[in-house]
C-alpha cells in the first residue's frame, strides 16, 4: 500500500515551499495529503483539506472567526485542535504514515503542537527556524525530528530546496522503513533512573529482562518522567521500577531537573504496579556553582559534569518530599512496594561520598513510614541503592507483582 504523508502548514503564506515538499514526498512513490491552517491569505494552491474544515474539527466557524478579528495567535490554537482532531481519526483508521511541517515561531508552534498530539513512533519531521535554539516546549516529550532551516522559510532558493527536500526525504525514509518487531510483544516494565543509579538500573534491567520481559528506561531528569507517564496513559507500560523519583523533589525545590505535580500520580491512579525507591533524591541540581541559589549555598555539593552541580538536601526538605510522596501515592489503585537503600540513595550519598548524609536520609524514612498507607509495604535494606542485591530483589518484587497483574 502507498504510504500518505500529510503535510501540513499555512497554504498561504508558505504556499511555494509545501508545493515543493508535495512534488518531492510524491518523486519517492509516496502520496500526500495537504491540510491548510493558513489565516493571512487565500492558500496559492488547493489543499486535500481547507482550512474552513479544519476549524470545523474544532468546532468553529472559519468565517466567523475571521469577522471577529483574524490575529493568528488567537485563532492558530483553535486550527491546531481542528487538525489535531482530524489527523487522529484519519491514523486510527491507518490512512496516513507520516507528517511534516515547516515555519517559524507562529507555524512551528502550530505544527507541535498537532505532533504532540500524536502516539510514539508514528513519524514526525518539522522544518523550523527554530531548530538551532531551546526546541524543548516544541518537542515536549514526543519524537519530533526537527530540521533545522538555516535561513528563514519565505519562498524558495538554493539552501531552501535542499532542506526541505532532504526533509520531505526523511519523512518518506521513515514512513517507508519496516521495523524489526519480535513475534510476540512481552509486557513491558519502565525503569526510572539518572546517571548517580545507573549501575542499579542495568542491573535491574537485565533481572527483568531474564523473566522474559521487556525492558523501556527513562531518564528522570524531569521529561523522562513525563515520557513514562505518557506512555502508561497510552497502556503500553505494564509495571514500573521508579527507582529514581529523584524529579518530585526537584520539583518542590525548584531545581532542573524539576518534573510536573503529576508525577508519580499516573501509575498510582490507574492501578499499575509499582516498585518505589528514593533514588537520587539526595540532590537538587542546577548549573555551575555560581548558578546555585543562595539558600542552598554552604551545603555539601558536587560537580556532576561542566554544566550541572549536585547540591545536597536536608532533612527537612527531605521530610516534607515524604509526606509529598505519601500523598501522592496513598490513593493507589493498584498494588505497590516501596524499597529503601539506607546505606546510600545514590552513588554521590554512600559513605565517603560527597553528599553523604545518614541523617538527612533516616529522616526521609521515618517521615515516610508515617505518611505511607499501612498496606504499602516499606522494605529496607542495609544496602546501596546501586548494590546488585537490592535492585534485584526490588525488581524480583515488582516482577510478582505485575505476574499476578496480568
Not at 466557524?61 to 475571521?66: H, Q, R
Not at 482532531?85 to 484519519?90: A, M, Q, T, Y
Not at 537485565?206 to 513525563?226: C, K, L, P, Q, Y
Not at 552541580?309 to 515524604?322: F, G, I, P
Request: glycine share 10%.
Amino acid at each position: 500500500m502507498d504510504k500518505k504523508i500529510v503535510i501540513l502548514g499555512c497554504m498561504d503564506t508558505k504556499g511555494e515551499e509545501y508545493e515543493f515538499i508535495k512534488r518531492h514526498i510524491e518523486k519517492t512513490g509516496c502520496k500526500a495529503l495537504t491540510i491548510d491552517v493558513g489565516v493571512v491569505n487565500p492558500p496559492l494552491f488547493p489543499p486535500d483539506i481547507t482550512r474552513e474544515e479544519v476549524a470545523r474539527a474544532a468546532g468553529e466557524n472559519f468565517e466567523k472567526l475571521m469577522a471577529d478579528g483574524p490575529t493568528r495567535e488567537k485563532i492558530s490554537p483553535l486550527m491546531a485542535k481542528g487538525a489535531s482532531e482530524i489527523i487522529k481519526k484519519l491514523l486510527a483508521v491507518k490512512k496516513i504514515s507520516g507528517i511534516i511541517s515547516c515555519g517559524g515561531t507562529q507555524g512551528s508552534t502550530l505544527a507541535a503542537l498537532v505532533m504532540q498530539e500524536l502516539p510514539v513512533g508514528f513519524p514526525k519531521v518539522l522544518v523550523s527556524t527554530m531548530a538551532s535554539g531551546n526546541t524543548s516546549n516544541l518537542v515536549g516529550i514526543k519524537d519530533i525530528t526537527m530540521i533545522f532551516s538555516v535561513a528563514d522559510i519565505m519562498g524558495l532558493n538554493m539552501v531552501s530546496r535542499k532542506i526541505l527536500g532532504l526533509a520531505a526525504g526523511a519523512i518518506c525514509g521513515m514512513a517507508k522503513t519496516e521495523i524489526e518487531l519480535p513475534e510476540s510483544e512481552r509486557p513491558l516494565i519502565a525503569i526510572t533512573t539518572v546517571g548517580i543509579t545507573t549501575t542499579g538500573a542495568m542491573k535491574a534491567k537485565e533481572v527483568i529482562n531474564s523473566e522474559g520481559f521487556d525492558v523501556i528506561v527513562f531518564h528522570a531528569v524531569g521529561t523522562g518522567g513525563r515520557a513514562m507517564e505518557s506512555l502508561i496513559k497510552e497502556g503500553q507500560i505494564n509495571g514500573v521500577l521508579d527507582l529514581a523519583t529523584i524529579e518530585v523533589v526537584q520539583q518542590m525545590l525548584g531545581g532542573y531537573l524539576a518534573a510536573t505535580p503529576e508525577r508519580m500520580t499516573v501509575a498510582t491512579n490507574l492501578g499499575i504496579p509499582q516498585v518505589i525507591c528514593p533514588g537520587a533524591i539526595s540532590c537538587n541540581t542546577y548549573g555551575p556553582p555560581e548558578t546555585i541559589p543562595k539558600e542552598f549555598r554552604g551545603r555539601q555539593f558536587v560537580r556532576h559534569s561542566a554544566l550541572y552541580t549536585n547540591v545536597r538536601t536536608n532533612a527537612e526538605e527531605l521530610k516534607a518530599l515524604a509526606k509529598e510522596q505519601a500523598k501522592r501515592i496513598n490513593p493507589g489503585k493498584g498494588p505497590i512496594e516501596w524499597f529503601i537503600p539506607m546505606k546510600g540513595f545514590c552513588s554521590y550519598s554512600v559513605k565517603g561520598g560527597p553528599l553523604y548524609n545518614p541523617e538527612a536520609d533516616k529522616a526521609y524514612v521515618e517521615t515516610l513510614k508515617s505518611e505511607l498507607r499501612d498496606d504499602i509495604p516499606v522494605n529496607i535494606r542495609d544496602l546501596d541503592i546501586n548494590d546488585p542485591a537490592f535492585v534485584t530483589e526490588a525488581s524480583q518484587h515488582l516482577i510478582a507483582l505485575v505476574r499476578k497483574h496480568l
